[in-house]
């Protein structure tokens, strides 16, 4: 039938989705393109989350215009979390003309239908839904190897007050614990070596379920599937991450001593504020717990700076537990105002310039701190997943369980290898090391 052309934006969730569109494409008979110029059929995976996000993807649609007028029988689809905000559909309908197909986060498994529906009847189709339903067994495409994500649940029930995610994905829905495992349990037995478990918060998996199920449960039940790979989880939540889920990272070798907890800010007042529902201390509190069982577990996290009303007393309250907190890495990010949150409503929103101002001395601060941990990788040997080859080095890359970027040189492919290295030199949050065996 032609050839397909995914375009995404946001988070591993979006990432993830994508392969599933393009599973659907495949179903179709379509096979994947190298580029828009020479597609059939268009797929714009969308993201909200911050208004970069969603602005590049307006312009990126429009973008296809000329395009579309020269080749019309091509098909553009836009899905994602941008579609699925109140009047986005409307939007789409009335700024792009040309755009073919609107779909929502929830009802992704419908999308075959509305692209035969397309073909067959020359109408353009806008479906969007909220659908607590989910959907299983939806191909996929992956491509991603070594590395897999699986979904264990879908939406959020938190409402941080800056936070989109809530209305467009949902509300908190957990799949069952079997089709996790068995998803897992397949995708090692094709050869993939890494999975990483999707939710906007997995710490609270199990809640909706009718069985007696926690995030704890699942990773144990996990960890029981034969062969080697790794075990990673994003996100979890400060307020919900608890000891149980730790107990069961230190028992079980095949899960990363690495843990991605977002602190957002170190000011109480913000994160008041921003309705996270845990203070600075008690946020420490739970790094304090993580490190008492795992010693060496490392630890990374999402901070916001420019939050409305926040003075430079709050940001150096946030400089003051990243210094504490000791991140192997930290995604920094300016507050990006987002229409329908509590936040967009607030009063005292931060200049440009003086959030400039403060995400630079932020950055710097976790670069140093960054560079610090670096350091202490020289001449030691770690083992890194293979995960990809960088031509113009001439240099395998992958992480270890920590998260560390490690790179060497072989004339042998590794990708998809366990592979241990001895670190000679460090680059800021890059290490380099010479082979010592290959698994």
Request: glycine letters at 8%; hydrophobic letters at 35%; aromatic letters at 8%.
């Amino acid at each position: 039938m032609g050839k397909y052309f995914i375009i995404t934006y946001g988070c591993q969730m979006n990432e993830h989705e994508s392969e599933k569109i393009a599973g659907t494409f495949e179903a179709l008979g379509y096979e994947r393109g190298e580029s828009v110029e020479d597609a059939d059929i268009v797929a714009f995976n969308t993201c909200c989350v911050r208004e970069n996000a969603e602005r590049h993807a307006y312009g990126n649609i429009g973008a296809l215009k000329p395009i579309k007028k020269a080749r019309p029988n091509m098909i553009i689809a836009v899905g994602g979390c941008m579609t699925q905000q109140p009047g986005a559909a409307e939007k789409l309908r009335s700024t792009f003309p040309f755009v073919d197909i609107v779909f929502g986060t929830q009802n992704l498994s419908e999308l075959g239908e509305m692209v035969k529906r397309r073909i067959e009847t020359n109408k353009r189709v806008v479906d969007i839904v909220e659908n607590n339903a989910i959907a299983e067994g939806q191909p996929a495409v992956r491509n991603s190897f070594p590395n897999a994500w699986v979904n264990v649940m879908y939406g959020c029930n938190n409402f941080c007050t800056y936070c989109i995610v809530p209305y467009v994905r949902g509300r908190e829905r957990s799949r069952s614990c079997d089709n996790i495992v068995e998803e897992v349990r397949q995708l090692v037995g094709e050869g993939y070596k890494e999975i990483t478990l999707l939710g906007q918060n997995v710490n609270s998996y199990g809640k909706d379920l009718p069985e007696k199920v926690d995030f704890a449960d699942l990773l144990q039940e996990v960890c029981k599937i034969d062969g080697k790979f790794r075990l990673r989880f994003i996100s979890n939540h400060p307020k919900d991450f608890n000891e149980k889920v730790v107990k069961v990272m230190a028992e079980n070798p095949k899960i990363c001593k690495c843990v991605h907890l977002p602190v957002q800010a170190g000011s109480d007042r913000i994160l008041k504020l921003m309705n996270r529902q845990y203070t600075a201390e008690q946020y420490i509190e739970k790094l304090d717990m993580l490190h008492k069982i795992i010693p060496d577990c490392a630890v990374t996290s999402d901070i916001m700076i420019g939050f409305p009303t926040e003075t430079e007393e709050d940001f150096q309250d946030t400089l003051k537990v990243v210094e504490r907190a000791n991140y192997i890495s930290a995604f920094t990010f300016v507050y990006s105002r987002r229409s329908g949150t509590v936040a967009d409503r607030m009063e005292g929103h931060i200049s440009d310039e003086v959030k400039k101002d403060r995400i630079v001395r932020l950055v710097d601060l976790q670069n140093r701190i960054n560079r610090e941990q670096s350091k202490k990788y020289e001449g030691k040997t770690i083992e890194i997943l293979c995960e990809d080859y960088d031509e113009k080095r001439d240099l395998y890359l992958g992480r270890d369980e920590y998260g560390k970027m490690g790179y060497c040189k072989s004339d042998e492919n590794l990708l998809g290898k366990f592979v241990n290295i001895k670190i000679n030199d460090c680059s800021g949050i890059s290490l380099f090391g010479d082979i010592v065996s290959i698994e």
